[in-house]
């Protein structure tokens, strides 16, 4: 890798980890403060905003995940990791969806569907997708490349995950008279949220870290045959 784009890299991905940490803060903050005013298992993360300072801090900490996920993005393109255009462009589709979640709050739980909690749900549920897509996609490139293989079968469990944890939370709003496990268990969604949402963070973490890495690992040049001696002999 070029000098340049080996030390852009390992900036950038230094970033998307400030970033990601921050926004990790931001949220386990939330979560510890109100605690009592809002059930974490059945209240969303975006419902946190009804609180005194949540509506500050919830989109704080989604906005600085997204900032994170667009330079994690442009680190993999700077990296030239295989499939790293098309995975970044699903990336930025996650921090695009995520950011208008931020942007359009939802409204409260038991009114009717507005337009702004239309957008914000929709938004979010896009991001939700598309990021284990990303991952899966990387998983299936890296495999073919050795350099990049051992992060293969993380990136497949991670993913995977992801869209699990996206069904189960889907699964929770079911409008079903009488719950069955997840099913229509509204009971469950914020729990359901906050583990698809620490997988989430998590896929970004651990593609983040690898670059770092990579980008610091020393360059390795190939040896060079030592020279003939003038009159020797091949």
Known sequence: MDPTLRLLTRLLATSALCWLAC????????????????????????????????ARLVGISMLATAFASLVLGAA???????????????????AVGLGIAAVFPMEP???PLTAHGAVHRYAALTGFITLPLA???????FR??????????????????????VLAFLVTFLPLARPLWLLG????????????????????LVLAWRLRRHAAQPEITPKREPALVRGERC
């Open 23 to 54: 926004a990790a803060a931001v949220a386990f903050f939330i979560d510890y403060v109100y605690f009592g005013a809002l059930d974490p298992f059945r209240s969303t993360f975006s419902e946190f905003i009804f609180t005194r300072q949540g």
């Open 109 to 111: 739980v038991h009114e």
């Open 185 to 204: 268990e509204r009971g469950y969604s914020g729990l359901t949220e906050r583990l698809l949402l620490a997988v989430h963070v998590l896929l970004l």
């Open 76 to 94: 993999l393109i700077s990296a030239k990791v295989p499939g790293c255009r098309a995975a970044a462009w699903l990336i930025g589709v996650w």
């Open 144 to 165: 073919a490349h050795p350099e990049w293989a051992s992060l293969t079968r993380t990136l497949r469990v991670l993913s995977t995950l992801g869209l699990a944890g």
């Open 135 to 141: 991952g899966l996609l990387l998983a299936a490139q």
